[in-house]
């Protein structure tokens, strides 16, 4: 499996990037500060995932953090996306026709526990043989100048497990079928704590040792069946007979009981009868009395239910009406007055003036001299007149208009009591009833006796109401009359020749508790007869199994006999290869320590050959007159070819079945020229099966890496911005804080 492509969104200082990758060697080169240890972090981050979010999170931004791996394998391609924030994982396996395979999509955090995740860890073994990020930087992970193994003890232990796990998986696997196959043929262990429940060989004894108690049990049980049989007759006689007994009490007590039900029923019904009777008697008095009281009712002239306003509506007529009589009646006087009013006459006083000038004007004819002396006297004579009379006049004028005030009011008080006589002639009218004065007259009249008989008629209603209506009545008495007819026919065919065999009433509860003390023996006894007969039944089968009991033992001891045999065979079988195991176990450090010394002598040119493992995964190597010296005694160059050793052959155990990339930081600057040179030969003869991606800012490299047609990825292009750049960016940034 290689690397094809690695694909980064806002992954630290990468803002979108892709890097491809081939097969073989692969050279990342590009000065310090160029990005190589971050585009070699995306890696294991897209895997694992980062416990810091905020680590790879880019500088002044906010917003998504990705990366995607795309990776090959014979036929089939595999592309991992995850967003660094919130851990989210898609995982999608293509084939050769990029059909999908298998998808995962979900979210799996360094820390969680979730169903999500284990299936994704589950998919990483499947996929790299490896789902813990400490082991991935153990192995196929090199630092950048660091080849010692992190994590110490507790990774120490992992490593052990997994280099004994890779060659011992198939023996575990046989060693639990047989402790399997041993403990489903018995409990007892011989080499720990026996199991708490009984398996088939703990069963078969069991069950042989049953069989061996129940023969015993079947030689003595003759005589009990026989005791058991005699015991069965006597009960199935007594009990014959007293059914037979309790089937006669139960039915004459029924009839009896019938008796005394028909007796009840004819008193109930002769009851009935006379209730009907009488209520029929009241119901047709009570009709004739409503229909006297609504004939008197109609003769009113009011309506059979004088509605609630009705006296107050009549009350009120009978007041507007005395009241426009009254009005009428002053204005009928005033009329009167004003005609009696006399009226001035102006011929009088006309003729007079006349005179007066025809009296004059003959004096003055006779006397001219006269004339001042006539003139005045016709002039006081004739205004004195005519002032008398226009003063009359005025006087006569000034009573007319008051007496025609007075009937212009009585007119408007007139028509206010029409129109509220017209607004009650409408009320009047709206429940029904004539609003000419005759009938609301004798409405007021008869009004007080009407309201007697309504109220006399409600009473006769309510009482009708309470009591069933004459023609239920009727029926319920025919029915009444023709079930007393059945009942006396049914008493008379059903009544006994001698009635003083009939039980009394008072004593039907003692007899029915005698009978219920027989039914209850009965039961008891029919109880005793149904386990006698289960037992006789065991003890028949008892005594007919002897047989098949034998039998059945017989094969019981043979399949004993096997059991055992295969018990101490798979026991034999455990132990021999329990030992096998541990005795490879003894020796698996011994040979990963041989196979570490193969590439540490290739790395130092024969200078180190042989290294040596402690159980706690302490490395020692070999000095002059045999010694073992820890290899912390050691310069730093040989120190890290040793851990480059044992990384290497790690990633051989690891990667079995799996040829995974291989990823190199610059972890070999501590190796002098010799040395790094025989370690390159010895990573470009590893890539030969695994892709190796070597990050490194080396130029001796670059030309190495194009002396040996090595894929060349260059950072030269990411290189940071100058100083004064980067200075102005930290001042817009800090603005951009304060704002």
Not at 82 to 101: F, G, K, P, Q, W
Not at 412 to 427: G, H, K, Q
Not at 536 to 541: C, D, K, N, P, R
Not at 575 to 584: C, P, Q, S, Y
Request: a negative charge; charged letters at 30%.
């Amino acid at each position: 499996m290689i690397l094809r492509s690695l694909e980064l969104k806002h992954f630290g200082k990468f803002g979108e990037r892709t890097f491809e990758f081939r097969r073989g060697m692969n050279l990342v080169a590009g000065p310090n500060e160029a990005g190589k240890s971050t585009l070699m972090e995306a890696i294991p981050a897209v895997l694992f995932g980062v416990r810091n979010k905020e680590r790879f999170k880019p500088w002044g931004r906010h917003g998504s953090c990705e990366a995607a791996l795309v990776l090959e394998d014979r036929n089939r391609t595999l592309r991992i996306e995850r967003d660094m924030l919130s851990d989210r994982v898609i995982l999608t396996e293509r084939d050769d026709l990029y059909h999908v395979l298998y998808r995962f999509e979900g979210k799996s955090a360094p820390q969680g526990r979730s169903s999500e995740r284990v299936e994704y860890q589950q998919q990483l073994v499947r996929l790299f043989g490896v789902a813990e990020e400490d082991i991935f930087r153990a192995s196929l992970f090199f630092g950048q100048g660091n080849l010692d193994l992190p994590g110490a003890a507790g990774l120490a232990s992992k490593i052990k497990g997994l280099l004994s796990g890779f060659v011992e998986v198939d023996y575990d696997k046989v060693l639990e079928s047989l402790d399997r196959d041993y403990f489903a043929i018995t409990r007892q262990s011989p080499w720990g704590k026996d199991k708490t429940r009984d398996r088939e060989l703990e069963e078969v004894r069991s069950a042989i040792a049953e069989l061996e108690k129940r023969w015993y049990q079947a030689q003595g049980s003759l005589k009990e069946l026989e005791e058991l049989r005699e015991r069965l007759g006597a009960l199935k006689a007594s009990v014959a007979f007293d059914r037979g007994e309790v089937q006669k009490g139960e039915r004459y007590l029924a009839w009896v009981r019938k008796q005394w039900q028909f007796e009840a029923k004819d008193e109930v019904l002769k009851r009935d009868f006379s209730r009907v009777s009488r209520q029929s008697g009241k119901v047709s008095e009570l009709q004739n009395q409503r229909d006297v009281l609504t004939r008197d009712l109609s003769r009113t002239g009011l309506p059979g239910e004088i509605p609630i306003e009705l006296p107050g509506l009549l009350a009120a007529a009978e007041e507007e009406r005395r009241t426009l009589i009254g009005l009428q009646s002053a204005a009928a006087a005033l009329r009167k007055q004003l005609l009696d009013q006399p009226w001035m006459n102006w011929y009088l006083p006309a003729a007079f003036s006349l005179a007066l000038v025809a009296v004059v004007a003959a004096v003055l004819w006779r006397r001219p001299e006269w004339h001042l002396a006539a003139l005045a006297v016709m002039t006081v004579l004739a205004g004195g007149t005519w002032g008398y009379y226009f003063r009359q006049s005025g006087r006569q004028k000034a009573v007319r208009r008051e007496l025609k005030k007075q009937a212009q009011t009585l007119e408007v008080r007139r028509e206010e009591v029409m129109t509220r006589l017209e607004a009650l002639d409408e009320r009047f009218k709206a429940i029904g009833l004539s609003p000419s004065a005759v009938e609301i007259a004798r409405m007021q009249k008869n009004l007080r006796g009407a309201l007697e008989l309504q109220g006399k008629l409600r009473e006769v209603e309510s009482a009708l109401r309470v009591l069933e209506n004459s023609e239920t009545l009727h029926e319920e008495q025919e029915n009444l009359t023709r079930e007393m007819a059945v009942l006396d026919e049914r008493m008379e065919r059903e009544r006994p020749p001698a009635s003083d065999n009939l039980l009394a009433l008072e004593e039907i509860p003692e007899a029915e508790e005698k009978l219920l003390s027989l039914v209850e023996s009965l039961q008891q006894r029919e109880n005793e007869i149904i386990e006698l007969t289960r037992s006789e039944a065991t003890l028949e089968g008892e005594l007919g199994d002897l047989q098949a009991i034998e039998d059945e033992g017989e094969r019981l001891r043979e399949r004993e006999a096997y059991l055992s045999r295969r018990r101490d065979a798979l026991a034999l079988g455990f132990r021999v290869l329990t030992e096998a195991v541990e005795a490879f176990r003894q020796t698996y450090l011994a040979r990963f320590a041989e196979e570490i010394g193969r590439h540490l002598e290739m790395v130092t040119r024969g200078a180190h050959a042989k290294v040596r493992l402690d159980d706690d995964f302490s490395l020692f190597l070999g000095g002059k007159g045999g010694r073992w010296h820890p290899v912390e005694e050691f310069s730093r160059g040989t120190v890290d070819a040793v851990y480059f050793a044992v990384r290497i052959a790690l990633t051989r155990h690891l990667s079995r079945g799996h040829h995974l990339p291989l990823l190199l930081d610059d972890p070999l600057v501590n190796l002098d020229r010799g040395r790094l040179d025989e370690a390159l030969k010895g990573i470009e003869l590893f890539s030969r099966e695994h892709q190796v991606i070597f990050f490194t800012h080396d130029d001796g490299l670059l030309r190495r890496a194009a002396q040996k047609r090595w894929h060349v990825v260059s950072l030269a292009d990411n290189l940071p911005e100058s100083p004064a750049t980067t200075e102005e960016r930290s001042e817009d940034v800090g603005q951009m804080y304060l704002l």
